[in-house]
């Protein structure tokens, strides 16, 4: 029988064994009491609160096969940590063992190949900064702190996508551990089917102890943000509709709706008032870019204009301060049809009831090079999508959780009819089986199959999880 992918395992550890696999590791293993521990523990997300019997911090693939051969025998649920991002908080857990990779950060590139390794536990800061010392890059998450781990298995949305692809569709190869404790490569040759299933597919598979990608030239991108009050948001909506519609694939446009930090780009008197953004990068030559963005600085006029030439990895760093770890947070996501007006009424028909600080909406557009592949080339099925959709809310104050999860919950209702039904593995949190089969869209039967080859007593089940396939002939 499945079991439920939450369920606690509450084993009791001989002292002896746990001994020798703190041996076996180069890295560390924290046990709950260790110096470390409470730090080890945490995840991004400051709702998820779990204490996990042990914490292997790897230093190297053998720390990894040693870890999960550690777990399969003493039957511990596991939690594979890349970044620690993710806002379902899948990477700890209560009573079981987590795998992090967080010691495992080198980035090698072969700048002649355009080509970048990374270890699983790297961050995009680390990649970006090893790529840029030659002049490249590839697509990848907007904050810098994301794991590039958790990011690339659920597919990887970010400024380059309309160009380049998603970040799994830039995906050379990885070395992974399986369940069975195999450290295999998979790429488009070997284990082709494992390679397929990682790219899109999350951490259902094995532990990845690297990625290697492909790289692109680029420095300078022109890049920031334009600011609208809240009011206009409407107008802002109905003007990013018609801009993104007509813009060069160089250029990746996002609206948001956020409540403003009292941070010094801003003058005094929008520090804590409700805002519409429109920000963009144009990943080519900043000249041509400028008249691209014309429009977009005219419309309005924004109250601040903060688009300016930059270098990528400033671009990738610039809104770092806004996603600090440790917040409270709750999301809730999905593609957009589209960007009808009655959908436009109904998202600012929100944002002016939102208020205090805390949430936040976000609408990317999601089109170009990631539209051009096939929705079975990869694990990442929906292909069709031409914005995507998150709504959320950060906070600090446990007693407002109610409040700022209520109000999630109401702009998600409104806005759900306007979805595709689909929604983006990376941004779910715990919502249930058919939110996961969602999640994966017509790609889940390959997946569960490939699940079912690979890891059919569903060791890594602490994820957006797939249920193994039955063998045939069997239900
Ligand atoms: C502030 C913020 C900004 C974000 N921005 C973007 C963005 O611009 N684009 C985007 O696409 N997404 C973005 N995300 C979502 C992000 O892609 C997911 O949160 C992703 O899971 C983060 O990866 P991680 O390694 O940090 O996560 P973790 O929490 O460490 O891991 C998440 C899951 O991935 C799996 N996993 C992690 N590491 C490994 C590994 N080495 N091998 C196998 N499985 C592993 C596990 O199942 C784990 O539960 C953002 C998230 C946050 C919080």
């Not at 594979?80 to 590139?109: K, Q």
Request: proline content about 6%.
């Amino acid at each position: 029988m499945r079991q439920r992918p939450d369920t606690i395992h509450a084993v009791a550890l001989d002292d002896t064994a746990v001994a020798r696999l703190a041996r076996e590791l180069r890295g560390e293993l924290i046990r709950s009491g260790d110096a470390g521990y409470e730090g080890a523990r945490r995840v991004w997300n400051g709702m998820i609160d779990r204490r996990p019997a042990l914490i292997a911090r790897c230093a190297a693939p053998d720390d990894v096969i040693a870890a999960v051969a550690f777990a399969r025998k003493n039957g511990l649920l596991v939690a594979v940590r890349g970044g620690g991002h993710n806002v379902a908080g899948n990477a700890t857990c209560d009573g079981g063992l987590v795998i992090d990779l967080a010691p495992m950060r080198d980035v090698s590139v072969d700048a002649e190949r355009r080509t970048a390794r990374a270890e699983g536990g790297a961050r995009w800061g680390d990649l970006d900064a090893a790529a840029a010392t030659h002049g490249l890059a590839t697509t990848g998450g907007a904050v810098s702190t994301t794991g590039i781990a958790g990011l690339t298995l659920g597919g990887g949305v970010g400024w380059l996508a309309r160009k380049h692809g998603l970040t799994c569709d830039n995906l050379r190869a990885v070395e992974i551990v399986t369940a069975d404790g195999r450290l295999l490569t998979a790429n488009e040759r070997e284990h082709a089917d494992l390679f397929w299933a990682v790219r899109g597919g999350g951490g259902n598979f094995g532990v990845v102890t690297s990625f290697e990608y492909e790289l692109h030239p680029l420095t300078t991108v022109l890049g920031g943000m334009v600011l609208h009050p809240i009011e206009r948001a409407g107008e802002a909506l109905r003007f990013f509709r018609t801009f993104a519609a007509n813009a060069p694939e160089e250029l990746s446009t996002l609206f948001y709706f956020f409540v403003a930090a009292p941070v010094t780009f801003l003058p005094p008197e929008l520090h804590n008032r409700p805002l519409a953004g429109l920000a963009a990068c144009y990943a080519g030559d900043p000249a041509e870019g400028e008249e691209v963005v014309r429009p977009l600085r005219r419309f309005g006029p924004p109250l601040v204009d903060e688009i300016r030439p930059m270098p990528y990895t400033e671009m990738q760093r610039l809104i770092d301060a806004g996603s600090p770890p440790g917040l409270r947070n709750y999301w809730k996501a999905g593609f957009l049809k589209g960007l009808d007006d009655e959908a436009i009424a109904a998202i600012a028909a929100h944002l002016a009831r939102a208020g205090t600080p805390g949430p936040f909406l976000e609408v990317f557009q999601f089109n170009g090079a990631v539209n051009r592949i096939a929705p079975d080339a990869t694990a990442f099925a929906h292909r069709a999508a031409q914005f995507d959709l998150t709504i959320g809310a950060k906070w600090t104050d446990p007693a407002a959780d109610a409040r700022q999860i209520g109000w999630v919950r109401d702009c998600y209702t409104a806005l759900e009819p306007f979805t595709s039904g689909g929604v983006y593995v990376n941004y779910l949190g715990n919502e249930g089986e058919g939110r996961v089969r969602a999640a994966y869209g017509a790609n889940y039967d390959r997946l569960a199959a490939v699940k079912a080859s690979y890891d059919p007593r569903n060791l890594f089940r602490l994820n957006q999880n797939i249920t193994p396939a039955l063998p045939h002939g069997r239900s």
